[in-house]
Nanobody, 125 residues
């Protein structure tokens, strides 16, 4: 059974940084994509950053240049370094992973089979 457990959320002031981590168990990264989505109250879920097993990445336009996704296949961990945080980055951040056969990372949630419970990020102005 696949489990994704997020950590690293918290409260910061605008301009600050946070690093989120997602630890996967019962899951193999082989030919898969994994990454981060977020959802703020009253808003739709948004893909933030995804990385494929080949290391290809895709980011939402709103975070490009500020957020960086990375993976450690040996540790079954994917991380999201978030810099220059803005109040509009406030949301629940969820880790998500696809099944095998993910050729290109996508920001659409329909391609992801496994989801974590989420970690809250709050950015104050």
């Amino acid at each position: 059974q696949v489990h994704l457990v997020e950590s690293g959320g918290g409260s910061v002031q605008a301009g600050g940084s946070l690093r989120l981590s997602c630890k996967a168990s019962g899951y193999s990264y082989g030919s898969s994509c994994i990454g981060w989505f977020r959802q703020a109250p009253g808003k739709e879920r948004e893909g933030v950053g995804i990385i494929s097993y080949l290391g290809r990445t895709i980011y939402a336009a709103s975070v490009k240049g500020r957020f960086t996704i990375s993976q450690d296949n040996a540790q079954n961990t994917v991380s999201l370094q978030m810099n220059s945080l803005k109040p509009e980055d406030t949301a629940m951040y969820h880790c998500a992973a696809s099944g095998p056969g993910c050729r290109s990372p996508s920001l659409s949630g329909i391609f992801y089979d496994y989801w974590g419970q989420g970690t809250q990020v709050t950015v104050s102005s």
